[in-house]
């Protein structure tokens, strides 16, 4: 492993350990627990919250299978393909661990609603490092990512602190979108990227509006229902885009692409023809 790779890793860790020393802890609000949606149909406990995850484990399942089918997304790099791998055993695992969960919100389930997010989260980090930064490093840290997903998820059960957990959830939602923006693209079809973080973050809205989203809609939804709908369109989007993506020729950031765009349309130049007014003169 290169220096700078060295220097890169320790950085981040002073980082964490500072913001760890410095910051107060974060316990697991019990209140959390409390979705508006507590409605039972056909014997199953809070079953819309229960039954709204089911679309991830049919598009993880897709996904998984499409990653070995004849190489379906020609997934080049031995690194991408695991990395993949893990995102779409993550999405599938969630569609079991959050459903599991929602039968009987508590702690110790909860555990086995966040664990699988941790691994798609991390996996996808590892995934834009191999695509973005470098292939090499990437691949090296997939190992280290999914474990801080893991320790993070015992630390907050061990301790009751959410601060690491809280850092391995947010950290990819701010930094993909701003690397999908930042740093050319391995491929093409970049922007599924950014339709995938819109729509996670409408989901995180609808979680944080879930009693207000089912006092609106007169009891018929909650915004946690629609939580899970909305973040099951992340990976709908990232497995349409690996199967139409490309490589790209020519390696153009979106920022880049946007003010080409941009200085075109500004500098577009009209051409009005000049109409001679007649002569009025007599003759």
């Not at 316990?27 to 819309?48: C, K, M, S, V």
């Not at 840290?141 to 893991?150: D, K």
């Not at 690491?164 to 701003?178: D, K, N, S, T």
């Not at 970049?190 to 995938?196: G, R, V």
Request: net charge positive; charged share 15%; proline share 5%.
């Amino acid at each position: 492993m290169k220096k700078r790779t060295l220097w890169a890793w320790g950085v981040a860790f002073i980082c964490f350990v500072v913001l760890m020393i410095v910051t107060p802890a974060i316990p697991q609000p019990q209140e959390y627990h409390d979705f508006a949606d507590q409605r039972e149909f056909f014997g199953i406990p809070n079953t819309l919250n229960v039954v709204s995850n089911f679309p991830f484990l049919v598009i993880g399942v897709i996904g998984l299978v499409l990653c070995f089918y004849k190489n379906y997304f020609k997934l080049s790099l031995q690194g991408e393909l695991w990395g993949w791998t893990g995102f779409f055993i993550g999405v599938a695992a969630v569609g079991v661990g959050s459903s599991y969960y929602h039968l009987n919100p508590d702690d110790a389930r909860l555990v086995w609603d966040r664990l699988p997010m941790t691994i798609a989260f991390t996996s996808i980090m590892a995934i834009f490092i191999i695509e973005r930064i470098d292939e090499q490093k990437g691949t090296v840290s997939i190992i280290p990512l999914l474990l801080a997903g893991v320790i993070s998820i015992l630390y907050w059960r061990l301790f009751d602190d959410l601060r690491p957990y809280a850092i391995v959830q947010f950290v990819p939602c701010i930094v993909i979108p701003l690397m999908a923006i930042l740093l050319p693209p391995m491929y093409t079809h970049s922007t599924y990227w950014l339709w995938a973080a819109g729509f996670y973050l409408l989901a995180k809205i609808g979680e944080a509006m879930d009693k207000v989203i089912y006092k609106w809609t007169h009891q018929i939804v909650s915004g946690h229902t629609l939580k899970h709908l909305c973040a099951a369109m992340v990976p709908v989007f990232l497995t349409l885009m690996l199967a139409k993506r490309t490589v790209e020729t020519n390696r153009i950031s979106l920022l880049k692409t946007w003010k080409v765009s941009w200085t075109k349309a500004e500098s577009r130049e009209y051409t009005y023809t000049t109409v001679q007014p007649e002569d009025s003169r007599t003759h």
